[in-house]
């Protein structure tokens, strides 16, 4: 902890619209509480990455609650070979890019349509995609499993020649349900662009696409950096449609892959820890990126509807 | 489905949707229909279909042998399947637990952290980092910790004094605890951010004058902030209730990846415990999906309810 203490005191400060009467009160008390909670919180983390840290020789010898006697990425090395995870991280990749564009494009093509055009069904259009985000995904999957069992798909879109076991069944149920929760923070976001805007080019002549395409999407881009952020995170980081509706292995998502490894690798936790932290390692990276924009989508949708 | 709707509601609307050319329509049919089918495709379809097939047997593979057989499986899972109701009485726990501990805990959090203090984003940060991780990775975390013979928990257990083997994640009256805290390690950094939004948006003012008429800390929170958060707090308890119907993932990690095991059994496990695997218990699934579904909708129409109040003024 100490080493992120050096950052700028504006950085960490919340800005706020006023500032605190006088000198501010010594918070000690406070500040231990709060360290040692954010601590405490940290500590599954910490240990992960120690337990990922040392050789199992090791652990075996002297457990694994003791000091260690050498450290190194050898788990690492050995998960990432053994496994196959860059084959895993690579369908990760294939499903997550197409599922996130996917779901921006529709969800904001419906946005634009419920919130700039007063048309007689838009709260009920509104309220179908969100409540579709909230239904849980197991009331879906009975259906859906046969379903993807019965649509045929070429030769050149999916080996398995139908939607079940393919990239693009799990694409699809990704941009189709998450389209909800984007549709939703979107429709509020191009609600606060002023109607005049689209009302100057209508008087202009310029047709609805070019609106669509050159006025509205434009304007919002902070809302897409926030969506993108936070879809790409919950896209990468599921793995129930996957384990549902694909059904060899090597075609897996690597959070779904990584189950799979669970029963292979039972017996060395210290592998296992590695493989777990390497999955994480892009949703962090993220994540301290933009952080950001991770917290306003998460916010906007559900804080301040 | 998209040129039924165009009929504008004012005169002033009147106006500007007749600019709408052909090539307009057009193009907001294709920018609406195209979302919409695939909703109503992948979405509300299969979910009226779980009604359906609910009230029917099928094993699965043919289409035609699907069976009306009404209430059938509804009086066989609440009468006659052994892992239905311990399953209601664990969603039930998880609920209480989530709305009970983590849930206060993150608004504790938040109200304490969104003051002028230093650090406030590094804290902020600890404690929301689970809730960015995948709950597959999350239950690999804790099975580190409660693995009965190389976990943490039990490590520093027999450190204090030894003779401990417990197997938090084997024993039927400790598992759905052990998997209760990993839940909540994650639950309490998303309340809290979620919270942190709301107090953003709240009023300094009205907590000064609090402080000036002598209220401490605990009573301007319980008095003025928390009353008059309320959409914040209906987001919240929708969240949970949400999350506690759909608790399956971290469950279904730590359970070892087979299914529901015996004394964490969820609804949402018991659903693809009958369509993963075994095909004749399609009827069965759907109507525990149903079930999910039906408490689902309490909350959902809360939160529509909520959320589209002032709009529809």
Excluded at chain 1, 185 to 198: A, G, H
Aim: aromatic letters at 12%.
């Amino acid at each position: 902890m100490t080493t992120t203490l050096t950052r700028p005191p504006s950085d960490v400060r919340e800005p706020r619209t006023r500032p605190a009467p006088g000198k501010p009160r010594r918070q000690t008390g406070r500040h231990l509480m709060l360290g040692g909670i954010a601590l405490l919180w940290l500590v599954p983390l910490l240990w992960a990455v120690y337990t990922s840290l040392r050789p199992y020789s090791d652990t075996a010898q002297h457990g694994y609650l003791s000091w260690p006697h050498s450290l190194g990425l050898g788990n690492f090395t050995d998960a990432w070979n053994q496994s196959g995870m860059p084959h895993f991280f690579w369908n990760s990749v294939l499903i997550t890019v197409p599922s996130v564009l996917g779901t921006l494009l529709f969800s904001a093509a419906v946005a634009f349509f419920v919130s700039r055009f007063d048309f007689r069904w838009n709260i009920v259009l509104l309220m179908l995609f969100t409540a579709g985000n909230l239904l849980p995904a197991q009331v879906l999957i009975t259906p859906l499993y046969r379903l993807y069992l019965l649509i045929p798909l070429p030769e050149w879109m999916s080996d398995s020649l139908l939607l079940y076991n393919s990239a693009w069944g799990i694409i699809a149920i990704h941009i189709a349900y998450q389209s909800g929760f984007c549709t939703f923070v979107l429709s509020n976001y191009m609600k606060t662009i002023p109607k005049e805007i689209s009302e100057a080019a209508l008087v202009d002549g310029a047709p609805v696409w070019r609106q669509f395409f050159q006025i509205i999407l434009p304007l919002c881009r902070p809302a897409f950096a926030a969506l993108a952020t936070l879809e790409s995170i919950w896209i990468y980081n599921d793995f129930f449609w996957p384990l549902a509706l694909v059904e060899t292995g090597d075609k897996r998502p690597i959070t779904s892959a990584l189950a799979n490894l669970q029963g292979q690798y039972f017996t060395n936790p210290n592998l296992i820890a590695a493989g777990a932290l390497m999955t994480a390692i892009p949703t962090l990276l993220v994540y301290f990126a933009l952080q950001r924009q991770f917290i306003s989508g998460l916010t906007i949708g559900s804080g301040k509807g | 489905m998209s040129s039924a709707p165009l009929a504008p509601k004012s005169s002033r609307t009147r106006s500007r949707a007749r600019r709408l050319t052909a090539g307009d329509r057009v193009f907001l049919a294709v920018v609406i229909g195209i979302p919409l089918a695939a909703l109503l495709f992948f979405v509300w379809l299969p979910a009226l279909a779980s009604l359906g097939l609910s009230f029917t047997t099928w094993d699965g593979i043919d289409l035609a042998d699907i069976h009306w057989t009404g209430f059938d499986n509804y009086q066989q899972i609440f009468g006659n399947y052994p892992p239905f109701w311990p399953a209601v009485r664990h969603n039930v726990i998880w609920l209480l637990f989530t709305a009970l501990l983590p849930t206060p805990f993150g608004i504790f959090l938040a109200y304490q952290l969104d003051r002028k203090i230093r650090f406030t984003r590094i804290y902020q940060t600890a404690i929301f980092l689970p809730m960015v991780l995948s709950l597959a990775v999350v239950g690999f975390i804790w099975e580190i910790i409660y693995n009965p013979d190389t976990g943490l928990l039990n490590g520093i257990l027999n450190a204090a004094g030894p003779g401990h083997h417990i197997d938090w994640l084997g024993n039927p009256d400790l598992n759905l605890w052990a998997v209760l805290v990993a839940s909540g390690w994650r639950h309490t950094g998303y309340i809290m951010i979620l919270y942190l939004a709301g107090l953003k948006g709240f009023d300094p003012a009205l907590k000064e004058a609090a402080a000036l008429d002598g209220a401490n800390g605990r009573q301007t929170f319980l008095r003025v902030v928390f009353p008059a958060l309320k959409p914040v707090n209906v987001i919240i308890l929708v969240v949970t209730v949400m999350e506690s119907l759909r608790a399956f993932d971290i469950v279904y990690v730590l359970g070892g990846g087979v299914g529901s095991k015996p004394g964490m059994e969820l609804l949402s496990l018991l659903i693809t415990d009958n369509i993963i695997g075994e095909s004749s218990h399609i009827g069965y699934g759907s109507a525990l999906a149903v079930v999910l579904l039906l408490v689902s909708l309490a909350a959902i129409g809360t939160f529509l309810v909520q959320t589209f109040r002032k709009e529809d003024q």
